[in-house]
């Protein structure tokens, strides 16, 4: 089997799964197509092709000159490199990149898999920088839809499946690959006497993820008597909005928001911490939902209970009252109410950490996706 694979930006910092995807398959790997140079250790004796600089595919107000012309270039490349009769498939990353290549695929006879990472299947999903803006340009889904028949879709849940199924893309060509965590041999003890809780956030400040919400939410739980801090380790346009949030709660001195952190600083803040939390819900702005909520697999795999919104794919992953408590988005006051009952009551939150993490660790390896991934390409 010899793949040509295009993951843009692989080695970005939001990219883990695609890295991790093009590191099981680099066996099967003759040539990348990418936008950056790979790390070398990446690229070995593959070859690497890296398409000119300067095209923006999530919006045609410039497009009609010099994105036009790079369009085309792009479209070159990738239709020489297909014709080598050495590929017998095509792996691309990102639906958006996808839709650019259709009659090039038209024209490869095999098999194009497509990996659908969420945000690029959230078909009225509106930019959070200029939130007048829709991100997708007009008639996306159509071109979505005229990608020929060998075009095969990766979803990375049933949720992100749903959402193809919903344009009217066949089920039998959307298969379901979840993103596998790393699982530790051992899940950390957590003793159940403990008085001061951790309550912790890893994730992105935007809205779909709810960080203003879960400051509300536990600002409303100590109120009710709640004892413990909450830790929100992340950054996004949301974190003035937080950080405002803080200052002005009666109960400031317990929360702390961290900004963004390293893998190794977030497995700390894991071990340390006693609930995993988020506010989970359909963005107000963005219209976006929670396509695969890799940072709640994560705080499953080191046995921590969550609590958070039954939001897109979380429902999925988190099994409600046994794995954690899921509240419907939006509702402020049941939060607070799922983060003071698991903080009481000691027996729930160890049982429902110790589920969490056979879940994780059942579900969600690394090696149940790479066993998952080369049934679905039939390696």
């Given amino acids: 089997m010899r793949i040509l694979f295009y993951g843009p930006r692989i080695c970005g910092s939001s990219h883990l799964w695609m890295?991790?995807?093009?590191?099981?398959?680099?066996?099967?790997i003759t040539t990348i197509i990418e936008e950056e140079m790979p790390e070398e250790e990446l690229t070995g004796n593959r070859k690497v092709v890296l398409l000119p600089k300067g095209k923006n595919y999530k919006s045609r107000l410039f497009r009609f000159v010099s994105d036009i012309r790079i369009d085309i270039k792009c479209r070159k490349i990738l239709r020489r490199e297909s014709k080598d009769k050495n590929i017998d498939l095509i792996i691309i990353h990102f639906l958006t990149n996808a839709v650019q290549y259709g009659k090039v695929f038209e024209d490869f006879h095999k098999p194009v898999f497509v990996h659908c990472h969420g945000i690029d299947v959230t078909w009225e999903v509106y930019s959070l920088k200029r939130k007048w803006r829709k991100l997708w340009w007009g008639d996306y889904v159509k071109e979505v839809k005229k990608l020929p028949l060998n075009v095969f879709f990766i979803a990375n849940s049933i949720s992100t499946k749903r959402k193809l199924e919903e344009i009217n893309i066949s089920s039998e060509r959307i298969h379901v690959s979840t993103p596998g965590v790393p699982i530790s041999a051992q899940i950390k003890y957590r003793d159940p006497q403990k008085k001061w809780l951790k309550f912790l956030f890893i994730g992105r400040l935007i809205d779909v993820k709810g960080p203003d919400l879960t400051i509300l939410a536990f600002e409303r739980a100590c109120e009710m008597g709640l004892n413990g801090e909450l830790i929100l380790a992340g950054d996004g346009n949301l974190r003035s909005v937080?950080?405002?949030?803080?200052?002005?709660?009666?109960?400031?001195?317990?929360?702390?928001?961290?900004?963004?952190?390293?893998?190794?600083?977030?497995?700390?803040?894991?071990?340390?911490?006693?609930?995993?939390?988020?506010?989970?819900?359909?963005?107000?702005?963005?219209l976006q939902e929670e396509a695969f909520g890799v940072a709640f697999v994560e705080a499953m795999a080191a046995g921590l209970p969550v609590v958070t919104g039954?939001?897109?794919?979380?429902?999925?992953?988190?099994?409600?009252?046994?794995?954690?408590?899921?509240?419907?988005?939006?509702?402020?006051?049941?939060?607070?109410?799922?983060?003071?009952?698991?903080?009481?009551?000691?027996?729930?939150?160890?049982?429902?950490g110790r589920s969490a993490a056979l879940r994780a660790k059942e579900n969600y390896s690394i090696e149940q996706e790479n066993r998952g991934l080369i049934k679905i390409l039939g390696i």
């Fill in 19 to 28: 890295r991790r995807n093009f590191e099981f398959l680099s066996p099967y």
């Fill in 242 to 286: 937080c950080e405002k949030l803080s200052d002005e709660s009666a109960f400031s001195e317990r929360i702390k928001i961290l900004g963004a952190v390293s893998a190794a600083e977030g497995e700390r803040l894991r071990n340390e911490a006693d609930v995993f939390t988020a506010h989970s819900r359909k963005g107000t702005d963005s």
């Fill in 310 to 352: 039954a939001s897109g794919s979380l429902p999925e992953i988190v099994r409600n009252r046994i794995d954690g408590i899921l509240f419907n988005p939006g509702d402020i006051e049941a939060h607070a109410r799922s983060l003071f009952e698991i903080a009481g009551n000691p027996e729930l939150r160890i049982s429902m």
